[in-house]
Every structure is written in structure tokens, then in C-alpha cells.
């Protein structure tokens, strides 16, 4: 297994892999440094013949790109927060718990996967707006508590978990708020991280529904706000294809999730890998 | 690490609730919501105009937001359906049609009557009308667009070629010259090899604006699109055809326009193409190439192929929604009696103003290139009045228009069988309720 | 195995458990469900509802029954958008699959640069739509697009990636698997370190070769796994639309039609919101179908295995 030829072709391979993963990346981190007359051309160059900063700084100074980026990290952080409280506590009865309509309600969340948010926005937009809540951050953090991946991964963690824990401290006369806070919760770790990491990128990434509730830049998230610039549909658009403000756009975008995913990708693996996903 | 992440977290939580969410802090007596499509340079445009507004008039801000067209509306239906609209709301003539189907627009009689400004005789004919549906005014034409021709002024003295054309000959003529092979032999030449051009003479649309050049031979053929009553469709077949035939032959049978094409204006600034088919909107970044890499272009009206003079347009015109706050009514038609006036800057975007005053000012006439777009005003067509307009004409779903486009210009289909699709469907969407 | 249903427990264990557990599973669930059913619930179900009425978002709804759904049986371009949700499914699920799995192997493999490997196979992950459409809509331009000079320097001709009815499609399953392939592949290495190496260890002192390993103790032990992979790939796949919405709209034509692109064109283009409802009741509906036949399938299938 570990010969020689095995060991140099499976390094070959991983240099493969890596660069095709991050070849587009670094295409677009590429694009994103030159100035836009060097993007017009056929010639490729991965290194920029003049490396700019002028993209950034264009984009910088004509759009409030801190305020909307402060937006994002506040309602990712705070959506993030609630959902994993949310979800370990409901995660743990569906696991645990024995009580009327328990399959039942599992199954019909499960199957809010299945409608696409194009149809439940409108309802929803209207409700909001009764209660006069558009266009700031409640708008956009409570939705996110009524994600269900979350509560999915929670509870098939909590499904793993052995009973002789729960049971000992049953004996002792522990509640089952304490039995879940202090046995349970710690043990939970990575799950948690890996439902932290999960809510984080959707709240980060999520589109359309900020689109529909925030109007002002006070409110407005990132992907909102720089798709004013990042021209939709690049090949049938008729504006002013600036291909270098639209990839600093992308990576501006990009760069926080993959910061935090950097930091984290260790819990995240295990915490997916925890979530029982086990064999036999 | 952990004790950073808890630290971090708290001061999240604390900025989230000291920084201020709901409303602005400061708010001005009167803020205006002012939506607009615009994206890229247009967008920069207009927002200096708001700028200089604000900096004026402190007691009425206008809020601009601008997101590409078609997620502006997405956001502008589910907020009317809310009651909240934004107070003026900007769009195209023809989609007018659609919004006053829906009970979303105010007519603007009675602000014109009050007005000193907003006054037909001070617009352009044209536009007022374009703005106009049903025999009520919705819009306030803000400045219209239309095709015209940019050329590369070098490749044309290289070619021999010494007045851009103006009619369907003229055209097929250059656009030969114009279409060099790597041996440097044109189109139509003895030996030329159509498999390794290196120059076309034009380029060939393969999105709605091939829709749009067709529309424009269309009319130059004087043919009609919906019935009087709008209830179905009008299309003459053979006219349709044979226009439809001229623009497909362009890329299949004379080869002096590539196919499948998305770039057009990188392929013309690169030299690809020689001629290009486009918009006044195109001018800033020609400009901007001229000045720093000596780019050497010019512009002409577009050509008349067929009979009569006529070229598609649209433009870009202001309206008021109906469920806005009927307060803020008064200061939005302040903002807008000033932006019309003051719409200067809004030429530099490559737009034709509609307002009188700034298209005959000299600042606007002694504009380079804008002579030729200026001129085609008269004989601007837009696309018909309809309340069905998204289901016809909308260019980011399979509409029967860009159906036929599309498989017109990328697929060679036969133009005469997806002309009578087209009506078909057409007819189909008039006559559901 | 993967626990669809929590172990089966002892007589003690649940009289334990029943002692306690009154009111307490509805306190811990009811947090949750409060959001749910104010936040996801509540608006699906109103959506929903609105299939059976005509609206145009603004103004009143008016009942139609099942007008809507009628309506669906006449209309072309849902039996279009219908067949290329289906084609686009099944190029995108096998690829996640095979190459997730493969991924998952290759980097399972106890050899320095592993995580690197894994790292950036998972980053395109956390892209945004927006971002991961226009990204590849630039690579994959027709005659300045990065992608179509390399396959030119191989003497392949510019292949017009996205402006090309049978192409499109091809471009928009390239750039998903690209940007999604990082999350099978984790679910798949979770699934990989669950199994024991003395399994392997026994095997190979028998003789195995390493495909026999796969074949007899890999793929068997994974397949809780491979299931969840599959599902959750069919899911996505039957509600693509961000890649659809940013890089063709559903062209050329209607070659890249999905439905939920369909829907919302539908919906918010030509105001039709009741039409567009029903069509995601028609989705919902094949896609609770799709999960029970997988789920039933998988559950028999295990009970061959263990018989």
C-alpha cells in the first residue's frame, strides 16, 4: 500500500483534486485583482499583470459593503444562536422522548423540505408586514429558527447517544432539563458545530427572502446587496459587463464563510460524522 | 480560543442591539423610496443625482435603492401586496400596461394639471406618449433609447469603406468587406474560408435584443404585432419571415456575423466584430475605451433594411405607485419636477434625456455620438401596449418571443414555422382570461 | 444502521421514561415548534392553499378549486420543465454520489495533505449562489471564457456552453457538482470512519483484494450513508433553481427550464401565483413519493441483508 509509485501517484492525484476545486476560486480572486482592460482581453493570466486593488476600492466607496457586511454577521451569529438552541432541545424529544404524534411531527417537518421557498415568501412577507416588522433584523433572524436541517442533525445525534447516561442520572433525581443541560449538551459538542456551521452559511448566503423583506442599505444583507452590481445572468444581460467589481464583489462574499469554515472544519467533519451516521 | 469565541459572541449580540435596525436614526420629515433598476455605471449616475438632491433639500430625502430589473419587480409585487409600495418606482414604457392592470399605478392627470413642470409640451413627443396607456397618463418619461450602429472607424478605412451604411445593401455590402478570413480574403470572396474567420463584419444578438433588431426590420416593413383591440395576434407571416430570414442569413448563409455570440461588447472593443448593433447606454465605456486605448469609434442611425425608417426603443420613465403613502405624494413630484430639469447628468449615462430643456440645451447636443441616436427619435417603435406584457415579452422566461429568437438564431430553425408558434402562443396567452 | 426510529428499549427503561416525560416533550419541543409552524408551516400550508385560488399577489384571491391543477395536464411547458428537472436529476445524483464517495475514499487514506484535500473539495460549498453563478458563467463564456481556451489549446472547438440547447444543461450540472460534491463527500468520510479497521485487518489476512474489500465491506457498511446521500441529492436536485436563475433563466429557449424556475417565473413574472402554488404541490407530491419509495426501498433492503 505505501509504495513508492502508490505514494507519488496518489499526490499526483491530490494536486488534481485541489486544483480543480480551487482552480474557479482562484480564477475569481484572479479576475477580481486586475483592472478591468486586462479582463477584456483572450490572453489568460492567473497572475495579473498589474495586480489592483482598484475593484475592491470602486466597490468599496459606491456601496455601503461594511454596513451590509455587519448586517450578514449579525443575523448569521444571532440565527445561528437560536437555531442550535432551538434545535438541540427539540432534537433531544424526538430522540428521547416518548410522547403522542412524535413520529408524526418529525415526518411533517421533514417535509417542509420539499416546498421551495418561492411559494411560502408571499405568506410570509405578509405576515411580517402586518405586524410591521419588514425591513430589520427580526425579519430576517426568526425565519431561520424554523430551519430543519438542523433539528434533523440534532436528533440523529441524540439518537446515538447511549441510554446508561441518562439512566444513571435519572437515578439520582436529575430533571430532564438538567439531565439535557449538563449530560447531554457537553457530550453535543460537535453536533453543534456542525448545525452552527450549517445555519451560519444558509443565513449568510441566503438570497431571496432578504431581497423581498429588506429595503433599505441599513437592513439589507451581502448577497443582496452586491448583487446590485454582480449583474444576474452575465450572458443575457445588456448592462455593462464589470467582470472585476463583480468578482471582488463574489469575493468579498465569499471570504467570511470560508474564514469560519477554515477555523472550524475540524468539528464540522466530526460533527456530521457524530451524527450517527454509523453502522451497524 | 473559547474564551475569544465568547467574547466575540457577546459583542455581537451587543452591537446587534445597540446599532440601529429598525429605522434610521435621524429620520428627515420626509424620506422618499425611489426603486430603480439600474446596475453598473447608470447606477452611479443616478445615485449623484440623488445626492445632489439631498444635499439641497434636507427636508425630503430621497432613499434610492437600485437591484437589477428583474428582482426590483420581484420585490416591488410582494411589497404592493403588502400596501407598501416604494413612492416612485422607475421602469420601461411597455411595462406600464402591465402594472395599471394590477391596480399598482396612480394615474397622473391630476398631478400634471397642478404642476408647472411635468407638462407634456415640456417633453418629447414620443416619449409623453410612450408613458401614456388607456388614454391616462402613468409615466414621466425620464429619457428614451434606442438601436443604433457603432462602428470601428479604423477597420472601416482598412476595408476601403468610407460612409457607414444606411440601408440593407449598404450593410451586406460592408459587413463583407468587413469579414476577414486568417488569409485576410473577405466574405463573398473568391477562396474564403468561413471556417477560420478571424473579423466579422457585425454582431448577431442571441438574447431578447435579437427580439428587438428583428422588431425594428419588422417595422421598417410597416408590419403590425397585435390587433388594434390587443386581443390577438397581428403578425404578418411573410413580413415577419422575411425579416427573420435577413437576420439569420447574417450568421448562416453570408457569414459575416458569428453564432452564438454573448460578449458583443468585448468582441467589438476586441476587434472581433466591426460593426456592433446597440444601445446609446453602450457610449460610456466606448468613451472610456477611446480615452485610454485609443479605441477609434463612431456611430450611425440604425440602417433601413426594408421600407420605411424605424428602429425599436424603449426608455426608461418614472411612475408612482398606488400604494404608497398618499402624503409623501407632494414631495415626491417636487423631487421628480426637479430631477427633470436637472437631468443633465443623467445624459453622461449614455440615455437620451426626454426633457426638452436638457436635449436641446448644448451641453447635451454637443455630446459626441448622441447626434445619431438623436436624429432616430421620430422613427423610435416600442414594443405594443398590453396588460399580458411579462407573459409575451418578459426576457427571462421561455416567452414566445424569445422562444423564437432564441431558436431562431442559435438553431437555424425555420423562421416561418416559429413565427406561426409565436402567434399561436401569443394568441393562446391573449385569450385566457 | 441509520435510526429512522430510536432503539427499541427495556421494560424498566420505559417505565423510567414514562415516569417523567409528561409535559416535558412538549416544553422542549415547543420552542421549535412555535418558529416552525408561525415561520415555515403556516406559510407553506397558506402557499399552498393559494393553488387552489387565482392571484396575482396583489389584490383578492378568488377560489378556482382545482382549476390550477387542471390546467396543469394543457400546459407544454410544464411537462418541459417536468423533463428537465428529471434530466438534470439524473446526471447530477450519480455524479454526487460516485464522486463524493470516491472523494471521501481518496481522502480517507491515512497520508499527509489529506485535509488540505478536504478543505478544498468543501470550500466551493460555502460560496453564495449568486457568487458560484457568475463565477461560472465567466468560465464558461463561449469565446473568452477560461474553460474554452484550455479546450482549445486541446484543439477542441469553442463549445458554446451556454447558449446551446442540448449544452446548457451540461453547464449547469458541472458548475452544481462543483459547488455540492463537499457535502456528500463529508457525510461520506463520516460514514468511512464508522467502520471498523479490524474488519479490514480480518479481510485482508483472508486473502481480499482491495476491491473485494470495497465490495464486501465498504459498500455494505456505507450504504446507511449512501442512502442519506442520494436523498438529500434527489431533494436538491428537484428544486435546483439559484444556478438556473443566475446563469441561463431557464434558456436557451426553455432548455434549462426547471420547475421551481418555472414556478417562480410563473409566480412572479406572470403574476400568476395560483398557478405557480399548484405546480409546487405537484412537486411537493413527487417528492414525498420519491422519499417513501427510497425509504421503503432501504428498509427492505436491509431486512435481505440481516436475513
Given at each position: 500500500m505505501?509504495?513508492?509509485?502508490?505514494?507519488?501517484l496518489?499526490?499526483?492525484?491530490?494536486?488534481?483534486?485541489?486544483?480543480?476545486?480551487?482552480?474557479?476560486?482562484a480564477?475569481?480572486?484572479?479576475?477580481?485583482l486586475?483592472?478591468?482592460?486586462e479582463?477584456?482581453?483572450?490572453e489568460?493570466?492567473w497572475?495579473?499583470?498589474?495586480?489592483?486593488?482598484?475593484?475592491?476600492?470602486?466597490?468599496?466607496?459606491?456601496?455601503?459593503?461594511?454596513?451590509?457586511?455587519?448586517?450578514?454577521?449579525?443575523?448569521?451569529?444571532?440565527?445561528?444562536?437560536?437555531?442550535?438552541?432551538?434545535?438541540?432541545?427539540?432534537?433531544?424529544?424526538?430522540?428521547?422522548?416518548e410522547?403522542w404524534?412524535?413520529?408524526?411531527i418529525f415526518?411533517?417537518?421533514?417535509?417542509?423540505?420539499?416546498?421551495?421557498?418561492?411559494?411560502?415568501v408571499?405568506?410570509?412577507?405578509?405576515?411580517f408586514?402586518?405586524?410591521?416588522?419588514?425591513?430589520?433584523?427580526?425579519?430576517?433572524?426568526?425565519?431561520?429558527?424554523?430551519?430543519?436541517?438542523?433539528?434533523f442533525?440534532?436528533?440523529?445525534?441524540?439518537?446515538g447517544?447511549?441510554?446508561?447516561?441518562?439512566d444513571?442520572?435519572?437515578v439520582?433525581?436529575?430533571s430532564?432539563v438538567?439531565i439535557?443541560?449538563?449530560?447531554i449538551?457537553?457530550?453535543?459538542?460537535?453536533?453543534?458545530s456542525?448545525?452552527?456551521i450549517?445555519?451560519?452559511?444558509?443565513?449568510?448566503n441566503?438570497?431571496?427572502?432578504?431581497?423581498?423583506?429588506?429595503?433599505?442599505?441599513?437592513?439589507r444583507?451581502?448577497?443582496?446587496?452586491?448583487?446590485?452590481?454582480?449583474?444576474?445572468?452575465?450572458?443575457?444581460?445588456?448592462?455593462?459587463?464589470?467582470?472585476?467589481?463583480?468578482?471582488?464583489?463574489?469575493?468579498?462574499?465569499?471570504?467570511?464563510p470560508?474564514?469560519?469554515?477554515?477555523?472550524?472544519?475540524?468539528?464540522?467533519?466530526?460533527?456530521?460524522?457524530?451524527?450517527?451516521?454509523?453502522?451497524? | 480560543?473559547?474564551?475569544?469565541?465568547?467574547?466575540?459572541?457577546l459583542?455581537?449580540?451587543?452591537?446587534?442591539?445597540?446599532?440601529?435596525?429598525?429605522?434610521?436614526?435621524?429620520r428627515?420629515?420626509v424620506?422618499?423610496?425611489?426603486?430603480g433598476?439600474?446596475?453598473?455605471?447608470?447606477?452611479?449616475?443616478?445615485?449623484g443625482?440623488?445626492?445632489?438632491?439631498?444635499?439641497?433639500?434636507?427636508?425630503?430625502?430621497?432613499?434610492?435603492?437600485?437591484?437589477?430589473?428583474?428582482p426590483?419587480?420581484?420585490?416591488f409585487?410582494?411589497?404592493?401586496?403588502?400596501?407598501?409600495?416604494?413612492?416612485?418606482?422607475?421602469?420601461?414604457?411597455?411595462?406600464i400596461?402591465?402594472?395599471?392592470?394590477?391596480?399598482?399605478?396612480?394615474?397622473?392627470?391630476?398631478?400634471?394639471?397642478?404642476s408647472?413642470?411635468?407638462?407634456?409640451?415640456?417633453?418629447?413627443?414620443?416619449a409623453?406618449?410612450?408613458?401614456?396607456?388607456?388614454?391616462?397618463?402613468?409615466?414621466?418619461?425620464?429619457?428614451?433609447?434606442?438601436?443604433?450602429?457603432?462602428?470601428?472607424?479604423?477597420?472601416?478605412?482598412?476595408?476601403?469603406?468610407?460612409?457607414?451604411?444606411?440601408?440593407?445593401k449598404?450593410?451586406?455590402?460592408?459587413?463583407?468587406l468587413?469579414?476577414?478570413?486568417?488569409?485576410?480574403?473577405?466574405?463573398?470572396?473568391?477562396g474564403?474560408?468561413?471556417?477560420n474567420?478571424?473579423?466579422?463584419g457585425?454582431?448577431?444578438?442571441t438574447?431578447?435584443?435579437?427580439?428587438?433588431?428583428?422588431?425594428?426590420?419588422?417595422?421598417?416593413?410597416?408590419?403590425?404585432?397585435?390587433?388594434?383591440?390587443?386581443?390577438?395576434?397581428?403578425?404578418?407571416v411573410?413580413?415577419?419571415?422575411?425579416?427573420?430570414?435577413?437576420l439569420?442569413?447574417?450568421?448562416?448563409?453570408?457569414?459575416?456575423?458569428?453564432?452564438?455570440q454573448t460578449?458583443?461588447?468585448?468582441?467589438?472593443l476586441?476587434?472581433?466584430?466591426a460593426?456592433l448593433?446597440?444601445g446609446?447606454?453602450?457610449?460610456?465605456?466606448?468613451?472610456?475605451?477611446?480615452?485610454?486605448?485609443?479605441?477609434?469609434?463612431?456611430?450611425?442611425?440604425?440602417?433601413?433594411?426594408?421600407?420605411?425608417?424605424?428602429?425599436?426603443?424603449s426608455?426608461?420613465?418614472?411612475?408612482l405607485?398606488?400604494?404608497?403613502?398618499p402624503?409623501?405624494?407632494g414631495?415626491?413630484?417636487?423631487?421628480?419636477?426637479?430631477?427633470?430639469?436637472?437631468?443633465?447628468?443623467?445624459?453622461?449615462?449614455?440615455?437620451?434625456?426626454?426633457?426638452?430643456?436638457?436635449m436641446?440645451?448644448?451641453?447635451?447636443?454637443?455630446?459626441?455620438?448622441?447626434?445619431?441616436?438623436?436624429?432616430?427619435?421620430?422613427?423610435?417603435v416600442?414594443?405594443?401596449?398590453?396588460?399580458?406584457?411579462?407573459?409575451?415579452?418578459?426576457?427571462?422566461?421561455?416567452?414566445?418571443?424569445?422562444?423564437?429568437?432564441?431558436?431562431?438564431?442559435?438553431?437555424?430553425?425555420?423562421?416561418?414555422?416559429?413565427?406561426?408558434?409565436?402567434?399561436?402562443?401569443?394568441?393562446?396567452?391573449?385569450?385566457?382570461? | 444502521?441509520?435510526?429512522?426510529?430510536?432503539?427499541?428499549r427495556?421494560?424498566?427503561?420505559?417505565?423510567?421514561?414514562?415516569?417523567?416525560f409528561?409535559?416535558?416533550?412538549?416544553?422542549f419541543?415547543?420552542?421549535?415548534?412555535?418558529?416552525?409552524?408561525?415561520?415555515?408551516?403556516?406559510?407553506?400550508?397558506?402557499?399552498?392553499?393559494?393553488s387552489?385560488?387565482?392571484?396575482?399577489?396583489?389584490?383578492?384571491?378568488?377560489?378556482?378549486?382545482l382549476?390550477?391543477?387542471?390546467?396543469m395536464?394543457?400546459?407544454?411547458?410544464?411537462?418541459?420543465a417536468?423533463r428537465?428537472?428529471?434530466?438534470f436529476?439524473?446526471?447530477?445524483?450519480?455524479?454526487l454520489?460516485?464522486l463524493?464517495?470516491a472523494?471521501?475514499?481518496?481522502?480517507?487514506?491515512?497520508?499527509r495533505?489529506?485535509?488540505?484535500?478536504?478543505?478544498?473539495?468543501?470550500?466551493?460549498?460555502?460560496?453564495?449562489?449568486?457568487?458560484?453563478?457568475?463565477?461560472?458563467?465567466?468560465?464558461?463564456?463561449?469565446?473568452?471564457?477560461l474553460?474554452?481556451?484550455?479546450?482549445?489549446?486541446?484543439?477542441?472547438?469553442?463549445?458554446?456552453?451556454?447558449?446551446?440547447?442540448r449544452?446548457?444543461?451540461?453547464?449547469?450540472?458541472?458548475?452544481?457538482?462543483?459547488?455540492t460534491?463537499?457535502?456528500?463527500m463529508?457525510?461520506?468520510?463520516?460514514?468511512?470512519?464508522?467502520?471498523?479497521?479490524?474488519?479490514?485487518e480480518a479481510?485482508?489476512i483472508?486473502?481480499a483484494?482491495?476491491?473485494?474489500?470495497f465490495?464486501?465491506?465498504?459498500?455494505?457498511?456505507?450504504?446507511?450513508?449512501?442512502?442519506?446521500?442520494?436523498l438529500?441529492?434527489?431533494?436538491?436536485?428537484?428544486?435546483?433553481?439559484?444556478?438556473?436563475?443566475?446563469?441561463?433563466?431557464?434558456?436557451?429557449?426553455?432548455?434549462t427550464?426547471?420547475?421551481?424556475?418555472?414556478?417562480?417565473?410563473?409566480?412572479?413574472?406572470?403574476f400568476?401565483?395560483?398557478?405557480?402554488?399548484?405546480?409546487?404541490?405537484?412537486?411537493?407530491?413527487?417528492?414525498?413519493?420519491?422519499?417513501l419509495?427510497?425509504?421503503?426501498?432501504?428498509?427492505?433492503?436491509?431486512?435481505?441483508?440481516?436475513?
Amino acid at each position: 500500500m505505501k509504495s513508492r509509485a502508490g505514494q507519488i501517484l496518489w499526490y499526483i492525484m491530490l494536486v488534481i483534486i485541489v486544483v480543480l476545486a480551487l482552480a474557479p476560486i482562484a480564477w475569481m480572486v484572479s479576475t477580481a485583482l486586475k483592472p478591468e482592460s486586462e479582463i477584456a482581453t483572450i490572453e489568460i493570466h492567473w497572475i495579473p499583470r498589474t495586480i489592483t486593488l482598484e475593484n475592491f476600492q470602486a466597490v468599496f466607496e459606491k456601496f455601503p459593503i461594511l454596513r451590509w457586511m455587519l448586517n450578514s454577521v449579525v443575523v448569521a451569529v444571532l440565527a445561528t444562536l437560536l437555531t442550535v438552541f432551538l434545535d438541540s432541545l427539540a432534537g433531544y424529544a424526538l430522540a428521547r422522548m416518548e410522547f403522542w404524534g412524535r413520529n408524526l411531527i418529525f415526518a411533517v417537518i421533514l417535509s417542509m423540505l420539499f416546498i421551495p421557498l418561492q411559494i411560502t415568501v408571499v405568506p410570509l412577507f405578509l405576515a411580517f408586514s402586518k405586524l410591521g416588522l419588514t425591513d430589520n433584523y427580526l425579519a430576517l433572524i426568526l425565519p431561520i429558527g424554523a430551519n430543519v436541517t438542523g433539528v434533523f442533525l440534532m436528533r440523529q445525534f441524540f439518537l446515538g447517544i447511549p441510554y446508561e447516561l441518562e439512566d444513571a442520572a435519572r437515578v439520582d433525581g436529575a430533571s430532564a432539563v438538567r439531565i439535557w443541560w449538563a449530560i447531554i449538551l457537553p457530550l453535543a459538542r460537535p453536533a453543534l458545530s456542525a448545525v452552527a456551521i450549517i445555519t451560519f452559511l444558509s443565513a449568510w448566503n441566503s438570497f431571496f427572502w432578504p431581497l423581498i423583506v429588506t429595503q433599505s442599505d441599513a437592513a439589507r444583507t451581502l448577497p443582496v446587496g452586491i448583487a446590485q452590481f454582480m449583474t444576474l445572468r452575465p450572458g443575457l444581460s445588456m448592462s455593462v459587463q464589470l467582470y472585476g467589481q463583480s468578482m471582488a464583489g463574489a469575493v468579498i462574499a465569499a471570504l467570511p464563510p470560508i474564514i469560519v469554515f477554515l477555523l472550524l472544519q475540524r468539528q464540522f467533519i466530526q460533527g456530521i460524522s457524530l451524527t450517527g451516521i454509523k453502522g451497524a | 480560543m473559547k474564551q475569544l469565541l465568547r467574547y466575540a459572541v457577546l459583542c455581537i449580540v451587543l452591537l446587534a442591539l445597540v446599532v440601529p435596525s429598525f429605522a434610521t436614526t435621524a429620520r428627515e420629515k420626509v424620506t422618499l423610496e425611489f426603486w430603480g433598476g439600474w446596475t453598473g455605471p447608470d447606477a452611479d449616475t443616478m445615485k449623484g443625482i440623488v445626492k445632489q438632491w439631498n444635499d439641497k433639500n434636507p427636508d425630503i430625502q430621497v432613499n434610492l435603492t437600485t437591484q437589477a430589473w428583474s428582482p426590483l419587480f420581484d420585490a416591488f409585487l410582494v411589497a404592493a401586496g403588502a400596501n407598501k409600495s416604494p413612492d416612485i418606482l422607475a421602469m420601461h414604457p411597455p411595462e406600464i400596461p402591465q402594472f395599471v392592470g394590477l391596480g399598482l399605478l396612480t394615474p397622473l392627470d391630476d398631478v400634471i394639471a397642478k404642476s408647472t413642470v411635468i407638462k407634456p409640451d415640456n417633453y418629447l413627443d414620443t416619449a409623453w406618449k410612450f408613458s401614456s396607456y388607456d388614454g391616462k397618463q402613468y409615466g414621466i418619461p425620464l429619457d428614451m433609447h434606442m438601436h443604433g450602429l457603432f462602428y470601428n472607424v479604423d477597420l472601416f478605412k482598412a476595408a476601403g469603406i468610407k460612409d457607414p451604411p444606411k440601408t440593407g445593401k449598404e450593410l451586406l455590402e460592408d459587413a463583407r468587406l468587413l469579414t476577414l478570413d486568417k488569409n485576410g480574403k473577405h466574405a463573398g470572396e473568391q477562396g474564403f474560408d468561413p471556417k477560420n474567420i478571424v473579423q466579422y463584419g457585425i454582431n448577431m444578438y442571441t438574447n431578447h435584443h435579437a427580439f428587438y433588431e428583428w422588431y425594428s426590420l419588422y417595422n421598417q416593413e410597416g408590419g403590425k404585432f397585435l390587433s388594434e383591440d390587443g386581443k390577438s395576434c397581428a403578425i404578418d407571416v411573410d413580413k415577419a419571415t422575411a425579416a427573420w430570414q435577413f437576420l439569420q442569413d447574417l450568421v448562416y448563409k453570408e457569414n459575416v456575423a458569428p453564432q452564438g455570440q454573448t460578449d458583443y461588447p468585448r468582441d467589438f472593443l476586441s476587434k472581433r466584430t466591426a460593426m456592433l448593433v446597440d444601445g446609446p447606454w453602450r457610449m460610456p465605456q466606448l468613451e472610456d475605451s477611446q480615452a485610454k486605448d485609443g479605441f477609434n469609434w463612431a456611430d450611425a442611425p440604425f440602417p433601413v433594411i426594408f421600407d420605411k425608417p424605424a428602429v425599436w426603443g424603449s426608455g426608461h420613465t418614472l411612475t408612482l405607485p398606488s400604494k404608497a403613502d398618499p402624503a409623501k405624494q407632494g414631495a415626491a413630484v417636487q423631487f421628480l419636477e426637479w430631477l427633470a430639469a436637472n437631468s443633465t447628468a443623467w445624459a453622461k449615462s449614455g440615455n437620451l434625456p426626454a426633457f426638452k430643456a436638457v436635449m436641446e440645451s448644448k451641453d447635451f447636443q454637443s455630446m459626441t455620438g448622441r447626434q445619431a441616436f438623436i436624429s432616430q427619435m421620430p422613427v423610435e417603435v416600442t414594443l405594443p401596449n398590453t396588460v399580458k406584457y411579462n407573459q409575451i415579452f418578459a426576457t427571462n422566461a421561455p416567452t414566445p418571443i424569445m422562444v423564437m429568437a432564441q431558436n431562431i438564431i442559435l438553431k437555424q430553425a425555420d423562421p416561418r414555422a416559429e413565427v406561426k408558434t409565436a402567434c399561436d402562443t401569443i394568441n393562446s396567452i391573449l385569450a385566457t382570461p | 444502521m441509520l435510526r429512522i426510529l430510536p432503539r427499541p428499549r427495556t421494560v424498566a427503561q420505559t417505565a423510567a421514561a414514562e415516569r417523567h416525560f409528561r409535559w416535558t416533550p412538549y416544553l422542549f419541543l415547543l420552542p421549535y415548534l412555535l418558529f416552525f409552524v408561525t415561520f415555515r408551516l403556516g406559510p407553506a400550508v397558506a402557499g399552498l392553499g393559494v393553488s387552489f385560488t387565482n392571484w396575482a399577489v396583489v389584490g383578492q384571491p378568488q377560489w378556482v378549486g382545482l382549476a390550477n391543477y387542471e390546467a396543469m395536464f394543457r400546459d407544454p411547458r410544464l411537462l418541459t420543465a417536468l423533463r428537465n428537472t428529471l434530466f438534470f436529476t439524473a446526471l447530477t445524483v450519480p455524479l454526487l454520489v460516485v464522486l463524493g464517495l470516491a472523494l471521501a475514499i481518496f481522502l480517507n487514506q491515512p497520508r499527509r495533505g489529506r485535509t488540505l484535500g478536504r478543505v478544498a473539495v468543501f470550500t466551493p460549498y460555502v460560496m453564495m449562489s449568486t457568487a458560484v453563478g457568475v463565477v461560472w458563467t465567466w468560465l464558461l463564456e463561449k469565446d473568452y471564457g477560461l474553460i474554452n481556451v484550455y479546450l482549445g489549446k486541446l484543439g477542441i472547438p469553442n463549445v458554446p456552453w451556454l447558449t446551446d440547447e442540448r449544452a446548457a444543461m451540461y453547464a449547469i450540472v458541472l458548475a452544481t457538482v462543483w459547488w455540492t460534491v463537499g457535502y456528500g463527500m463529508v457525510l461520506f468520510l463520516a460514514g468511512l470512519q464508522d467502520i471498523p479497521e479490524e474488519l479490514y485487518e480480518a479481510a485482508r489476512i483472508d486473502g481480499a483484494s482491495s476491491w473485494g474489500l470495497f465490495r464486501y465491506i465498504t459498500l455494505p457498511l456505507l450504504a446507511p450513508t449512501t442512502f442519506l446521500v442520494i436523498l438529500l441529492a434527489i431533494i436538491n436536485s428537484f428544486q435546483v433553481f439559484d444556478q438556473v436563475y443566475v446563469m441561463t433563466s431557464g434558456g436557451p429557449g426553455s432548455a434549462t427550464l426547471t420547475l421551481v424556475q418555472y414556478i417562480y417565473v410563473t409566480a412572479f413574472q406572470f403574476f400568476k401565483m395560483g398557478y405557480g402554488a399548484a405546480i409546487a404541490g405537484l412537486l411537493f407530491a413527487l417528492l414525498i413519493i420519491f422519499a417513501l419509495v427510497q425509504t421503503r426501498a432501504y428498509r427492505r433492503g436491509l431486512k435481505g441483508a440481516s436475513a
